[in-house]
């Protein structure tokens, strides 16, 4: 069954892959599971609202994109929890 | 209602659950200021007139106590009952939010005093129930301890409701019950958020 992911979904599983996978774009291509024009509107968008910045080799979060990881991982498991779609 | 001002000791119960619910309210905010998703909002909402419904209901009992007024614990149990239906609803209506995004419309009441009883509690059965209902169907689909949790704090508040109900109609032992029953339900709420809140 295809499973539908939010945008919301989307940008956890960016900002996730950037922290597991570190800075490089293939790598959050492959973990976030995303074609390479969608990923980098993503990416542009994170960047406009300085939740990640430019690195040497591709990406990385900043202190304010880690506090707003950290509430979306929390607003993910308390969805869960209550059976929400985030 | 004689028998609840003479022990009291369902205050401590309600004050610790109403509690849980204010902690439940602010993470469902705080994911609400995150998402912006209208179910963590209603979630919020939800959680919070059932926390204000419980703490009315506990100071108002603990003002009947010490005025020796009864009238009061009257009072605390309308607001209480009030409160949790609408909580209930918010609950329910959270569900409605998330599939159909769009949120329900609410209509203002007043309510007469309305007695501890076993129709208000059926009331709420019937809601909790409901909701209860909605969680197994989560935690059947999910299988996660989170979801347990939940599932397993509807299903104490449900038979903390079945047991009031039950005690109005025949079964006096039953209330203190009803109160732990439903004070668990909230401490497996309080389970679910030092789970959630923390860091993984």
Redesign the interface.
Known sequence: MKHYRSRLKIILDILEAIHEQGEKVSAILTYANLPYDRCMRYLEELLEKGLIERAAEGYRITERGYRFFEELKRAERLAKAFGFSL | MAFRMILGYDIVMELISSIAAFFISY??N??Y???R?K??LL?QLGFLSAGVGLILDSLLLSAAILSRTPRLTAAGYTAYFTLTIMSYCLILS??AA?KLERSGAYAASILPLIGFGALPEGVLLTLSGAIMV??G??FS??R?A??L??FLAFALIFLGHLSFMLQALRFPGLLIAGHVFRFLGFISFLI?IL???K??
């Open positions: 993470y469902s705080r994911a200021s995150a998402t998703k179910s963590f979630l959270s569900y998330d909605q969680l169907v989560n689909l999910k996660s989170d979801s949790l939940v679910l789970r959630v809140v860091p993984s």
